[in-house]
């Protein structure tokens, strides 16, 4: 039972946690001297959407790297969504007039602490954890 504990444990502090308040995640970002990865997402209508959070954003490897890099938004169109009231709808659209304006979905957007675009990614290409950081890297070089 020890073991089934220290496993949770160690699982749950590896864990990121997404933001849905893009204010907010900006604030934390300038006060934690973070970027803000701005994750839009239909995960009922978009397999690659699902395909990313699965094989990127789950794995170990881009949880370190995000922990210590950013501050995590998914603005999230999901119709299963508890969190998506009228307002936060109304809220999401105005993100994604935006930031997403041709509407593409899965799209990652970096953002500095002052809400500045620095980068976008393209189509996921079934990148590794590794290549996928590597893509986020370079926007801090450009």
Not at 45 to 60: D, V, W, Y
Not at 91 to 118: C, M, R, S, T
Request: glycine content about 4%; charged content about 25%; some cysteine.
């Amino acid at each position: 039972m020890v073991g089934l504990t220290l496993f949770i444990g160690i699982a749950n502090a590896n864990a990121q946690t997404w933001n849905s308040n893009i204010d907010k995640a900006l604030k934390e970002a300038a006060s934690e001297n973070k970027n803000v990865l701005l994750f839009f997402s239909v995960p009922e209508h978009c397999e690659n959407c699902e395909e990313l959070e699965q094989n990127i954003f789950k794995s170990a490897e881009f949880n370190d790297f995000a922990n210590a890099n950013y501050i995590l938004v998914k603005i999230d169109f999901s119709y299963q969504s508890e969190n998506l009231t009228p307002e936060t709808l109304e809220k999401n659209l105005l993100i994604v007039e935006k930031y997403n304006k041709d509407g593409f979905f899965p799209l990652v957007v970096i953002l500095n602490k002052n809400a500045k675009a620095i980068g976008k990614t393209g189509v996921y290409k079934k990148e590794t954890p590794s290549e996928f950081i590597t893509l986020l890297q370079s926007f801090n070089r450009a």
